[in-house]
């Protein structure tokens, strides 16, 4: 390794052995993931990792590490098993729904083989546009449209959803699917 330092920057940058680009504009990016002992206070040069890692250009993000803990105390404080009753009774909500309006659901319907991704039976044009139009944020997939529940959502939102699908119905199509 050889070091690439002189440039108005206050650090030093290592680059492999060979040539050296004789000015700081032709410097490739360094970030912090680039640098094989980011957590140390090492005035030296920098020293990059010896795989793909070496091309990593992002920042640990500190917010996000903080956060974490926060995020973790919650999660543990509402416990994995009143988060998945209240997802599976979300996903009945949505199930009641699609049967009203006659749209189909791809995968299982049983509570003890769903999780909290729903795919809905709609693969005709229009739904994503009709989607967006009604400020929905929406994947499609192969076989229609993925719908999925979180922690935060609730039977107002699947309400909510429920007449979002009626309205595609009477412009798209009653079956549209």
């Known amino acids: 390794m050889a070091t690439l330092s002189g440039c108005e920057a206050a650090f030093a940058v290592a680059v492999p052995d060979g040539p050296i680009a004789d000015t700081c504009a032709e410097i490739p990016v360094v970030g ?9 206070a090492d005035p030296g040069p920098v ?3 010896d795989n793909a890692r070496r091309f990593e250009i992002g920042n640990v993000n500190l917010p ?3 956060a974490l803990g926060g995020a973790i105390d919650l999660l543990t404080g ?7 009753e209240h997802v599976l009774t979300l996903g009945d909500r949505l199930i009641e729904h699609l049967d009203d ?3 189909g659901l791809i995968g299982p319907r049983e509570r003890e083989h769903r999780a ?13 546009e009709h989607f967006g139009v009604e400020g929905v944020r929406l994947s499609t997939v192969r076989d229609g449209i993925r719908v999925s ?3 935060y959502n609730n039977l107002d939102d699947v309400d909510r ?3 979002i699908l009626r309205r595609g119905q009477a412009k798209i199509g009653h079956l549209a699917a």
Request: glycine residues 14%.
């Open 32 to 40: 912090r993931a680039a640098n094989a002992f980011p957590l140390g």
């Open 47 to 49: 020293r990059l990792w």
């Open 64 to 66: 996000a590490v903080h």
């Open 78 to 84: 509402i416990g994995a098993g009143a988060i998945e």
């Open 101 to 103: 309006l006659g749209i």
């Open 116 to 128: 909290h991704i729903y795919v809905l039976a709609l693969t005709a044009p229009g739904w994503a």
């Open 149 to 151: 529940f979180g922690l």
């Open 161 to 163: 959803l429920a007449e």
